[in-house]
């Protein structure tokens, strides 16, 4: 899904035939910043984003903002890593993800093997 134009809830992004959500727009933000591991659903798995028939976790978008929980590579710098998470989901605007938007770093992992 990289190179594609995300776009706001009024105007939806559609990729290979499926519309994106704001959920899955945030996600594919954060996981794109060098240093993300993946998204995290939280304590007992409660931070995420419902939708019909799945949930987006890692990513909950509510009226009052939005939070992101993310596990970050050993090698990243966390304070630096975070704060890249946080302009990338600022960035995509109030219509995706409303502000404030908060970012939690749940645990750490070992970088992927690079192909």
């Known amino acids: 899904m990289t190179g594609e134009v995300l776009r706001t809830r009024e105007e939806p992004a559609v990729v290979e035939g499926r519309v994106l959500e704001p959920a899955d727009v945030v996600a594919t933000a954060v996981l794109a910043v060098p240093g993300v591991a993946a998204l995290h659903g939280g304590p007992?798995?409660?931070?995420?984003t419902f939708l019909p028939g799945r949930r987006v976790a890692g990513v909950a978008l509510r009226e009052d903002g939005t939070s992101v929980h993310l596990v970050l590579e050993t090698t990243a710098d966390v304070r630096a890593t975070a704060e890249a998470v946080h302009r990338a989901v600022e960035a995509l605007g109030p219509a995706v993800a409303p502000p404030p938007v908060h970012v939690?770093?749940?645990?750490?992992a070992a970088p992927a093997p690079r192909a």
């Open 44 to 48: 007992l798995g409660g931070v995420a």
């Open 104 to 108: 939690h770093v749940e645990d750490l």
